[in-house]
């Protein structure tokens, strides 16, 4: 993605502020308050210099004492509610931001996720969006508000005295140049550390995905070394950026001080001299104390800022990503819906990136409406690539994929799926309760006497009994509880459940026993009396009783016929079946039922 993605919409800039329009009227609010609270503050140094001459002059001095006492706790309430609506509205920002973010990234397109690292999105979700949270509030607000507060003090110190003025003004001047140097090396090197960041949540949310595989191969020091580097590397960019953002910090310190200094010395003459009042250089130097305040919130708010923008343009790559447009048809429920659909593939060819090896050759194909299709042949031909261009994972770059005699790019996407119930080959679980995970694809939920219909064909009603808290017992993370074949039977009711007009299922068998291998297949067998069904099958069994069986072998259609058919007329096939490609399944053991050759 680091690679790929380019910026094409706007400037990191145009989208902080993008991010922070929703939120202006909260932001503007805060930002007053904490004006307010500034203003006041810069007020103190001109009482305390009347109190002075009062105190020395021996005229009364208790309004100015009340007036300063009254200014520091307007400066102290303004201070404390400007700042909260201003977190409050720093939380407001990232939550929008967010809820923005996760939208599209279940949006993706599925070539999109094949080419990212779903680690580096998670983190740019979770991390960068969490740098908004000051670069989009406080440090704007800094910014400004330091900004107006620095060239007010100017202003009032020019009225005490325009010598130590000038030297105050020549030392700013120098401060300014050295952060213009700096700005860039501490955006670029935030920037770098964030993608690293983003790199090593990569790595780790592979692994920890991986985690039985990483332990029964030992791997743990391997995996771990791997992402400490990883971890190392952004270690080395978050100090450079540190670095840069410490000098700067030290050059305001440091010029704050020099002008400290020379200001005490030249203004100490100038005393000495009577060119100057004692209370006007107390003043002064007042002023110039207050003046370390405002001069570090802008530096800290320039440099806090760059962080921001490197977010903002980490965030606005996710944004450019090309994602699926899932509007719904008007009547939610696609007027068709249930009835057996017929599929076609018309001269279908698929590269997954140009260049790249062709994954399906000239592809023609006609599955009729109802019928069980058996897609069968060697690993790596192409038959889950098949199904997934039915689905529009992805589009054929040439041909043509219809449904119902229609282009599948000519369906409204959520019309097209709604059609369809897919079982992927992994039958992932996704978090939830058993009920949320049957009801994925069921938005208004299902009338309990099919659900119940659906559970005891899947052989899932007994699961349900045993669980603690039946259908609405949590499955946990990755669905932890469940075993493989359960899960596999979970996913096939999810698709049974929507009562589609096309069945699509990519090894539904792998992980069942003999006795649910078999209740499965009569299931099938029934549905596909009223529904298409479209199967990647390697079990004899299961492909023995499909009205047709289709033969693939790398990325092409080699034959299609019934059993008997190809088992008289095609030589692969007829090796298929008689070595142990096709395999029955096994009732014990713990070897997966496909051999050795196609694993
Ligand atoms: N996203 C992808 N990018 C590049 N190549 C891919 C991608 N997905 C699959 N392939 C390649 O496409 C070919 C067909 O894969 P596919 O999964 O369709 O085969 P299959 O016949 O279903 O195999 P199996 O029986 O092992 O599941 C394989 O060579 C695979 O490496």
């Given at each position: 993605m680091r690679r790929t993605a380019r910026i094409l919409g706007r400037s990191p800039l145009t989208a902080l502020l993008g991010y922070v329009r929703p939120h202006a009227g909260s932001l503007l609010a805060g930002a007053a308050l904490m004006f307010l609270g500034g203003v006041v503050t810069l007020a103190q140094p001109l009482v305390v210099k009347h109190l002075l001459d009062a105190l020395t002059t021996g005229t009364p001095y208790t309004r100015p004492m009340f007036l300063l006492g009254g200014l520091l706790l307007v400066s102290a309430v303004a201070g404390v509610c400007g700042m909260y609506l201003l977190e409050c509205t720093a939380e407001s920002v990232v939550?929008?931001?967010?809820?923005?973010?996760?939208?599209?990234?279940?949006?993706?397109?599925?070539?999109?996720?094949?080419?990212?690292?779903?680690?580096?999105?998670?983190?740019?979700?979770?991390?960068?969006?969490?740098?908004?949270?000051?670069?989009?509030?406080?440090?704007?607000?800094?910014?400004?508000?330091?900004?107006?507060?620095?060239?007010?003090?100017?202003?009032?110190?020019?009225?005490?005295?325009?010598?130590?003025l000038t030297v105050v003004v020549l030392v700013l001047l120098v401060l300014g140049a050295v952060l213009l140097a700096l700005v860039p090396r501490i955006r670029d090197t935030s920037l770098r550390a964030q993608e690293e960041v983003g790199g090593m949540g990569a790595v780790l949310e592979r692994a920890l995905g991986a985690l039985r595989t990483v332990k029964a191969n030992g791997a743990e020091e391997r995996q771990v070394a791997a992402v400490h580097a990883l971890a190392g590397r952004a270690w080395q960019r978050g100090r450079q950026a540190a670095q840069w953002t410490s000098v700067a910090g030290i050059a305001t310190g440091l010029a704050v001080q020099l002008?400290?200094?020379?200001?005490?010395?030249?203004?100490?003459?100038?005393?000495?001299?009577?060119?100057?009042?004692?209370?006007?250089?107390?003043?002064?130097?007042?002023?110039?104390?207050?003046?370390?305040?405002?001069?570090?919130?802008?530096?800290?708010?320039?440099?806090?800022?760059?962080?921001?923008?490197?977010?903002?343009?980490?965030?606005?790559?996710?944004?450019?990503?090309?994602?699926?447009?899932?509007?719904?048809?008007?009547?939610?429920?696609?007027?068709?819906?249930?009835?057996?659909?017929?599929?076609?593939?018309?001269?279908?060819?698929?590269?997954?990136?140009?260049?790249?090896?062709?994954?399906?050759?000239?592809?023609?194909?006609?599955?009729?409406?109802?019928?069980?299709?058996?897609l069968v042949g060697p690993s790596g031909g192409g038959k889950t690539t098949l199904l997934a261009l039915v689905e529009r994972f992805y589009d054929p770059t040439r041909g043509r994929v219809e449904i119902d005699g229609r282009d599948v790019r000519d369906w409204p996407l959520a019309e097209l799926r709604a059609r369809i119930g897919y079982v992927e080959q992994d039958a992932p679980v996704l978090s939830g309760t058993l009920r949320d995970n049957l009801l994925l694809g069921t938005a208004g939920g299902v009338p309990e006497d099919w659900m119940a219909a659906v559970l005891e064909r899947t052989r899932l009603a007994s699961l349900v009994q045993r669980l603690p808290h039946g259908l609405d017992t949590v499955v946990g993370h990755r669905g932890a509880a469940l075993s493989g074949g359960e899960r596999q039977r979970v996913a096939v009711a999810r698709a049974i459940l929507r009562q589609p007009g096309l069945l699509l299922l990519d090894e539904p068998t792998s992980q069942l026993d003999a006795v649910n291998e078999q209740a499965l297949r009569e299931l099938v067998t029934a549905l596909a009396r009223t529904t298409t069904v479209l199967m990647v099958a390697h079990r004899l069994s299961t492909v023995i009783r499909a009205d047709r069986i289709v033969l693939v072998e790398g990325g092409r259609i080699r034959a299609v016929g019934t059993h008997a058919q190809l088992l008289a007329g095609d030589v692969l096939y007829r090796r298929l079946a008689t070595t142990q490609l096709l395999a029955e399944p096994l009732t014990v053991g713990v070897v997966d039922s496909r051999s050795m050759e196609q694993i």
């Open positions: 939550l929008t931001v967010r809820r923005r973010l996760i939208a599209q990234l279940l949006r993706l397109r599925v070539r999109v996720l094949d080419d990212v690292e779903p680690g580096d999105l998670l983190s740019r979700v979770t991390g960068d969006t969490t740098q908004l949270r000051a670069a989009t509030t406080s440090n704007v607000v800094d910014l400004v508000a330091g900004s107006i507060q620095l060239v007010g003090a100017v202003v009032l110190m020019a009225r005490l005295d325009g010598v130590l002008a400290f200094l020379v200001v005490l010395g030249v203004g100490g003459a100038r005393v000495a001299a009577g060119q100057l009042a004692v209370s006007s250089l107390i003043a002064f130097l007042l002023y110039l104390f207050y003046l370390t305040g405002p001069a570090t919130q802008v530096v800290g708010s320039v440099t806090g800022l760059q962080a921001g923008l490197a977010a903002a343009r980490r965030i606005e790559q996710l944004g450019q990503l090309p994602a699926e447009d899932l509007t719904r048809p008007a009547e939610g429920r696609a007027p068709d819906d249930g009835v057996p659909a017929s599929v076609t593939f018309h001269a279908v060819s698929l590269r997954h990136h140009p260049g790249g090896p062709p994954i399906l050759r000239d592809v023609d194909l006609r599955i009729p409406a109802t019928g069980l299709t058996a």
